[in-house]
């Protein structure tokens, strides 16, 4: 059974970091997609990060363009967990943040997700 556990989440002022982790069940992580979206009030759900499988042939990241260059995505197979390093935070960034695999599909799964508040 696929479950997907985040963590990380908590309060921080604007310019802070924070660092979720997503601790994988039920299956290999480094042979699947694996991401990170998020959902703010009233908006819409936002894909902000997606790292590929080891397995792909164009093995790559993805990042929104309003988190590029301040997140990072990275993987730990030997913990089979996916970490979202997230620096110099703003206001906007305020969200829920939940861990998906794959990243796109008919079928994705999905965590109960990590509330992420962002101070002015």
């Known amino acids: 059974q696929v479950q997907l556990v985040e963590s990380g989440g908590g309060l921080v002022q604007a310019g802070g970091s924070l660092r979720l982790s997503c601790a994988a069940s039920?299956?290999?992580?480094?042979?699947?997609?694996i991401g990170w979206f998020r959902q703010a009030p009233g908006k819409e759900r936002e894909g902000v990060s997606c790292?590929?499988?080891?397995?792909?042939?164009?093995?790559?990241?993805y990042y929104a363009a309003s988190v590029k260059d301040r997140f990072t995505i990275s993987r730990d197979k030997a913990r089979n967990t996916v970490y979202l390093q997230m620096n110099s935070l703003k206001p906007e960034d305020t969200a829920v943040y939940y861990c998906?695999?794959?990243?796109?599909?008919?079928?994705?799964?999905w965590g109960q997700g990590t509330q992420v508040t962002v101070s002015s």
């Open positions: 998906v695999t794959p990243c796109a599909g008919t079928k994705i799964y």
């Open positions: 039920g299956f290999t992580l480094d042979l699947y997609s």
């Open positions: 790292i590929s499988s080891t397995s792909s042939s164009a093995y790559n990241t």
